[in-house]
């Protein structure tokens, strides 16, 4: 099922790697549409967004999305490599694979 739909590729992926961190089964979709936005008209369908493959996990996974909310800008650590940001849980950069800096 569709759990998140975010309104960047980085979020969807932020929100997907964060689930699995916490080992809920999920992916990335909807992404190659996002590229033609301006083409087709803005909304949810044209937004890239994550699908979760385990229902039985869902009051999980929305419990993870919700900390997210609260707090997006929270905790982050910008990759050295390619300057993506990532949230600080993740030891290493989602779009590169770069090790984070240390983090004080
Ligand atoms: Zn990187």
């Known amino acids: ?3 998140f739909t975010a309104t960047t ?3 969807a992926h932020i929100i997907c790697e964060l689930l699995k961190s916490n080992l809920v089964s999920c992916e990335v979709r909807g992404e190659g549409i996002f590229g033609l936005q301006g083409e087709v008209p803005f909304g949810e369908n044209s937004e890239p967004y994550v699908w979760l493959f385990d229902n039985d996990a869902l009051p999980l996974a929305q419990d993870i999305i919700a900390d ?3 707090d997006p800008l ?8 390619c300057h993506e940001r990532n ?5 290493i950069c989602w779009q590169c694979g ?5 983090i004080p």
């Not at 770069?98 to 240390?102: C, F, G, I, R, Y």
């Open 1 to 3: 099922m569709k759990i």
């Open 9 to 11: 590729p980085t979020e």
């Open 68 to 70: 997210y909310q609260q």
């Open 74 to 81: 929270g905790e982050q650590w910008q990759c050295d490599k």
């Open 87 to 91: 949230e600080a849980q993740f030891g």
């Open 98 to 102: 770069a090790t984070a800096p240390s």
